[in-house]
């Protein structure tokens, strides 16, 4: 599992700030049974190490990719998140955890937008939470049983992005479905939509 403490005292005003704002729009994402094989190698997607604090690619024109991904998107996000480095290590979180996941950063972050609006401590009326609203069920199938942990920055990462590689898995590509089922929507056109409108504002 990543390291990740419980909220600590100083998060509790912010959790409190949490509750007073709009609620999150995530949906009531439905409790799956989940074969052997299937809760195991999610598991072990959670409980791998977290990523190092800088990305180094030994390719140049990787790296060089990859800064100008992080300069551009920590400009966009500057509204959303005012502080340099907090914005830059939740994006440096956001691009490990998604190429880790096969996915495309830019979904992800289309994502987030529409489930919390880049809030952290973002809960829903069905108990979702953190940036990419993660139901408390998943942190007792595959996690160790604490959903406190999914206010942790790069738990709920984690945990988002590997339960989207589920669906999309399950749906076998298809991305409005695993979408849908990611929302508890399934078949819905609605929040695919949102998603892939929001997508277009994070492409590099």
């Not at 009531?28 to 299937?38: G, S």
Request: net charge positive; hydrophobic share 45%; charged share 20%.
């Amino acid at each position: 599992m990543i390291s990740a403490a419980a909220p600590a005292l100083g998060t509790v005003s912010a959790l409190g700030l949490a509750l007073s704002a709009p609620p999150a729009r995530a949906g009531a994402q439905a409790e799956e049974p989940l074969a052997d094989k299937v809760r195991s190698a999610l598991s072990a997607a959670i409980a791998a190490e977290a990523p190092p604090r800088l990305q180094r690619f030994a390719d140049v024109a990787a790296q060089q990719r990859y800064d100008q991904w992080l300069a551009v998107m920590s400009e966009r996000l500057k509204r959303r998140k005012s502080e340099a480095q907090t914005r830059i290590e939740f994006l440096e979180a956001l691009w490990y955890e998604s190429a880790r996941a096969g996915l495309e950063p830019a979904l992800v972050l289309g994502l987030i937008q529409v489930e919390s609006g880049f809030r952290k401590y973002a809960i829903s009326p069905v108990g979702a939470r953190g940036y990419m609203q993660v139901m408390p069920f998943w942190a007792r199938l595959i996690g160790d049983g604490d959903p406190a942990r999914l206010f942790h920055m790069q738990t709920n990462l984690r945990f988002g992005c590997v339960i989207l590689r589920h669906y999309l898995d399950r749906e076998r590509g298809d991305l409005g479905m695993a979408l849908g089922r990611y929302n508890g929507s399934r078949g819905k056109p609605q929040y695919p939509n949102a998603v892939l409108a929001c997508r277009q504002q994070w492409l590099a």
